[in-house]
């Protein structure tokens, strides 16, 4: 007897500790705890963080535009073309050409361009070398002079900017509200839970009581009490598995807001370590709207389209007027036997070159 006691005892164990083994794991959370994982793993909050760094990006690209290009190129040419004046001497000619230049557009439209070139020439009469440094100036002043294409789209870029901020502003709100409505949905269904467990012990009581009643005769048996205690039973048992598959549900709501390895968090149960309960709060109205049309994201975006929207009516009424421009230029020449000569005259600075003037350009409508 001892041995079969024994042996009842360890089965016994062995069930128990494979119940437990089988059991899902938990994990106790707080609400802060599920924002924090939200704020870090949330797909949308993580693709909505990437957009204010490609508008960054964009803005960056517009003020390059103000940065200057430079060029420089150099070419060697041999020219023969043949017999000349009827005869059968050709002169050949060898022209080394050296050309550079750096230019760009300012803040304030005004184009500017530093260029440089030097060339040497050489045939059966002699080497010969020439050249000019100088610079070119256009200033805008009607057309493109307080507002021009480059201008335009870089207060387009910080527009952008900004209402990529706020896009983000507003899926975090939108994603910390979700997470609090899924986590107080994961307390109402575990409780709710309880509360079905506890009613179908009470009908399977009922119905046990009932049941051994009607054995030992201590109450008369009337037709259909078993029927409505096991109808009882039954009901109750479903109203279980349905919140059952409402907390199994909610509890998927609130994985999927703060995790992207759902694998992990498979068959993990979050147990909630807050409860229900409402904190009083007060709010004054006016102090609520005013907040509201400062910070709201989706106002605050409504109100940089719209200054879009005036930037790009002022960039279009500017283009309709004509274009007048200054010009101006200036430099130094040079000229000389070889490549060298040109270059020693421009640090002399006395064969200059300046002009002045102006254009009107207007399109007939």
């Not at 500017?112 to 009469?125: I, K, L, Q």
């Not at 909610?250 to 992207?260: F, G, H, P, R």
Request: proline share 3%.
């Amino acid at each position: 007897m001892k041995i079969i006691g024994a042996s009842f005892f360890l089965a016994g164990f062995v069930s128990a500790a494979v119940a437990q083994t089988n059991a899902p794991a938990t994990r106790a959370m707080s609400l802060q705890d599920c924002i924090a994982e939200a704020l870090k793993h949330n797909f949308d909050v993580r693709v909505e963080r990437y957009e204010p760094l490609k508008a960054q990006l964009g803005l960056d690209a517009a003020y390059a535009s103000y940065d200057p290009t430079f060029s420089l190129s150099g070419t060697h040419t041999h020219n023969n073309p043949g017999g000349v004046y009827g005869t059968n001497i050709a002169i050949i000619t060898e022209v080394n050409n050296f050309n550079s230049s750096l230019g760009s557009v300012t803040p304030w439209g005004m184009t500017y361009n530093v260029s440089g070139n030097v060339s040497d020439t050489s045939d059966m009469f002699g080497e010969s070398s020439g050249g000019q440094v100088g610079v070119n100036l256009k200033q805008p002043l009607l057309k493109n002079l307080w507002i021009d294409s480059t201008r335009l789209s870089i207060i387009a870029a910080k527009s952008q900017l900004k209402q990529s901020e706020q896009g983000l502003r507003q899926q975090l709100i939108t994603t910390v509200t979700a997470v609090e409505n899924a986590y107080y949905e994961v307390i109402y269904a575990r409780e709710n839970q309880k509360v079905e467990q506890e009613a179908l012990d009470l009908a399977q009581t009922q119905l046990d009581q009932d049941r051994q009643r009607v054995q030992i005769g201590s109450v008369a048996e009337r037709a259909g009490t078993i029927e409505q205690d096991q109808a009882q039973v039954a009901q109750s048992r479903a109203n279980l598995i349905a919140a059952q598959f409402t907390l199994a549900s909610d509890e998927n709501t609130l994985k999927s807001l703060i995790t992207d390895d759902y694998v992990q968090w498979h068959d993990l149960d979050i147990v909630p370590a807050e409860t229900l309960e409402a904190v009083r709060q007060l709010f004054d109205v006016q102090d609520s709207w005013s907040k509201g049309l400062v910070a709201r994201p989706d106002l605050v975006q409504a109100k940089l389209t719209l200054e879009q929207q005036g930037i790009q009516l002022k960039y279009d009424h500017n283009q309709l007027f004509p274009e007048i421009d200054l010009l101006a230029s200036y430099g130094y020449n040079g000229a000389g036997r070889n490549l060298n000569d040109p270059l020693g005259q421009y640090a002399t600075v006395n064969r200059p070159f300046w002009s002045y003037g102006g254009q009107l350009d207007r399109k007939s409508t």
